[in-house]
């Protein structure tokens, strides 16, 4: 993998992380079609860090008056995904290799966004119920080509919630899960690398791009405009499995 290659990564991992597209399974995707070496977890979660320092970076208010209840219903909601992490890890990251399971999953992708445009709830304040539904959706997610926005948006409509918190809840849960992720990488494989170079442009490409894809998904969901997302799915999906499928 080179340094273009690298950025290329990166700004697709800003993009599809907010935009409920999967980054995974675009990542699994684009890497397979440019015929460069699996980067690898490691790498994933490197630009999965510059993400979360967008989400940060854009939420910074948000996260100076958070309150004690708030950090309980995201404690509450990480947990699912650490069970699932720790338990799964293995077949998990099998996963990651497999353009054909990216394209039936992104069926799932597509089909989660066109239904939320459909959900009608207003209530703001989340209950610890609530917390643990969208955790399990969540977690999930940690499958490539399942939207983590995408699933955990879907599951906090789908429990009555406004759609602004929705998405304010699901961004801030992502926070812990992918720090977590990243100190699971690090104990696991130590913080040595190849060449620090290519991680380090994947990170700054990736937080620029998802600085930018904030607003846009936070936009998109005030208008009712994810079927558009779910269509976009819909059609990678089916056109992977048609490449694809034929060559198992």
């Given at each position: 993998?080179?340094?273009?290659?690298?950025?290329?990564?990166?700004?697709?991992?800003?993009?599809?992380?907010?935009?409920?597209?999967?980054?995974?399974?675009?990542?699994?995707?684009?890497?397979?079609?440019?015929?460069?070496?699996?980067?690898?977890?490691?790498?994933?979660?490197?630009?999965?860090?510059?993400?979360?320092?967008?989400?940060?970076?854009?939420?910074?208010?948000?996260?100076?008056?958070?309150?004690?209840?708030?950090?309980?219903?995201?404690?509450?909601?990480?947990?699912?995904?650490?069970?699932?992490g720790l338990i799964f890890k293995?077949?998990i990251e099998g996963l990651f290799?497999?353009?054909?399971?990216?394209?039936?999953?992104?069926?799932?992708?597509?089909?989660?966004?066109?239904?939320?445009?459909?959900?009608?709830?207003?209530?703001?304040?989340?209950?610890?119920?609530?917390?643990?539904?969208?955790?399990?959706?969540?977690?999930?997610?940690?499958?490539?080509?399942?939207?983590?926005?995408?699933?955990?948006?879907?599951?906090?409509?789908?429990?009555?919630?406004?759609?602004?918190?929705?998405?304010?809840?699901?961004?801030?849960?992502?926070?812990?899960?992918?720090?977590?992720?990243?100190?699971?990488?690090?104990?696991?494989?130590?913080?040595?690398?190849?060449?620090?170079?290519?991680?380090?442009?994947?990170?700054?490409s990736a937080f620029l791009s998802?600085?930018?894809?904030?607003?846009?998904?936070?936009?998109?969901?005030?208008?009712?405009?994810?079927?558009?997302?779910?269509?976009?799915?819909?059609?990678?999906?089916?056109?992977?499995?048609?490449?694809?499928?034929?060559?198992?």
């Open positions: 993998m080179d340094i273009l290659s690298a950025l290329l990564l990166g700004i697709v991992q800003g993009l599809t992380e907010f935009l409920p597209v999967s980054s995974s399974g675009h990542l699994v995707l684009i890497g397979n079609l440019l015929r460069f070496n699996e980067p690898g977890v490691l790498f994933e979660v490197t630009l999965h860090a510059g993400t979360t320092l967008a989400i940060v970076y854009f939420f910074w208010q948000d996260i100076l008056r958070i309150s004690k209840r708030e950090i309980y219903l995201i404690i509450l909601g990480t947990i699912p995904a650490v069970l699932v293995n077949f290799t497999s353009s054909l399971v990216v394209g039936f999953t992104l069926l799932a992708t597509g089909a989660m966004n066109i239904m939320t445009d459909t959900k009608k709830g207003e209530r703001e304040k989340l209950s610890f119920a609530d917390a643990l539904f969208v955790g399990v959706a969540q977690a999930i997610a940690i499958v490539p080509g399942i939207s983590r926005s995408g699933s955990t948006i879907f599951m906090a409509r789908s429990r009555g919630i406004d759609a602004a918190k929705a998405a304010r809840f699901s961004f801030l849960l992502s926070v812990p899960a992918i720090v977590g992720a990243n100190l699971l990488e690090i104990m696991g494989n130590g913080l040595g690398v190849d060449n620090p170079t290519l991680y380090m442009a994947g990170f700054i998802g600085v930018v894809a904030i607003k846009l998904v936070i936009n998109m969901l005030s208008q009712k405009k994810f079927k558009l997302f779910g269509i976009y799915c819909i059609i990678v999906g089916v056109a992977t499995i048609l490449l694809l499928f034929p060559l198992q």
